[in-house]
Structures are given as C-alpha cells and as structure tokens.
C-alpha cells in the first residue's frame, strides 16, 4: 500500500520528463523564450489597438477645432504610440503645432 498509483507516477515521470528537458535547454535559447513570451504577454491587443488610434482621432480633432483647424495646427502623436512600442496603459505623446 505504500506503492504510488499509476495516475501519479504517471504524472510525476511527466513533470520530472518537462523539467529534465528545461534542464537541457541552452541559457541563451531559455533567456531568448522568456524574452519572446514576455513581448507577447505585454503587446496590444487590437481592441487596445483601436482606443488608441480613436483617441488620437479625438485629441486631433479637438485641436483642430481650438486652433482653428487643420490649416492652423498638426497634430503629431510620438514615441510608443508611434513606433508601435506602447505597454497597456501607457500615455500617449504629442506634439501640437
């Protein structure tokens, strides 16, 4: 009775069988997945995507109207926004000219 049950040898040899091939991964190529996981985790998602660009949208729009339109003013987002580099949450940068 002190023998373990298939089910958890089973699921123990799988776990033991994962961390034996982690085990073999070069540091580089771990470090490398981390990194490619971690930029995927914190990307965008195309909802966040499109709240963006309508606040662009509204920011210029607003702009043109306090400035006296489009002739008057641009209205230029930078950075994050621009180079596609924003984080959720992040601000977005402008210059209004």
Excluded: W, Y
């Excluded at 982690?22 to 985790?41: D, G, S």
């Excluded at 660009?53 to 920011?59: A, I, K, T």
Aim: net charge positive; proline share 6%.
């Amino acid at each position: 009775s002190n023998h373990p049950t298939n089910s958890s040898s089973s699921s123990s040899s799988s776990s033991s069988r994962h961390h034996h091939q982690h085990r073999h991964t070069p540091p580089l190529i771990r470090l490398h997945n981390e990194i490619v996981n971690f930029a995927k985790l914190m990307e965008p998602t195309a909802l966040e995507l499109e709240c963006r660009q309508r606040m662009v949208e509204r920011v210029t729009n607003v702009a043109h109207g306090a400035f006296g339109g489009k002739d008057k003013c641009q209205v230029l987002p930078f950075g994050s926004q621009v180079t596609g580099l924003c984080l959720p949450g992040s601000d977005i940068d402008f210059v209004i000219r």
